[in-house]
Nanobody
Framework: QVQLVESGGGLVQAGGSLRLSCAAS????????MGWFRQAPGKERESVAT????????YVADSVKGRVAISRDNAKNTVYLQMNSLKAEDTAVYYC???????????????????WGQGTQVTVSS
């Protein structure tokens, strides 16, 4: 069982930055691929970025490439999403999720994930 708690969302002006954190409980965090997803009103949940269990490989969606970085600290059971040059279209609820150890790279499908956080709202004002 893994519990995930996101934090760091909020209201920011276009062009600003935010760092989201996701704190995980449970013994399996260090072996779990992790992902960040987002869902805007009226839209489907979409992948933002994913990371392997060791942190050696990351995937970033084309829609945010060059503006977003995912990282993790397994000693702290935490995964991060650094977002820069934010745009109004980045407004969404952001979720972190944990995938089974055996998941196939790049873990971009929401169906891959077994555990989800409650989400944190990011609002970008233009």
């Amino acid at each position: 069982q893994v519990q995930l708690v996101e934090s760091g969302g909020g209201l920011v002006q276009a062009g600003g930055s935010l760092r989201l954190s996701c704190a995980a409980s449970g013994r399996t965090f260090s072996t779990s691929p992790m992902g960040w997803f987002r869902q805007a009103p009226g839209k489907e949940r979409e992948s933002v970025a994913t990371i392997t269990s060791s942190g050696a490989k990351t995937y970033v969606a084309d829609s945010v490439k060059g503006r977003v970085a995912i990282s993790r600290d397994n000693a702290k059971n935490t995964v991060y999403l650094q977002m820069n040059s934010l745009k109004a279209e980045d407004t969404a609820v952001y979720y972190c999720a944990a995938a089974p150890r055996s998941s196939m790279w790049p873990f971009a499908s929401a169906n891959t994930y077994s555990y989800w956080g409650q989400g944190t709202q990011v609002t970008v004002s233009s």
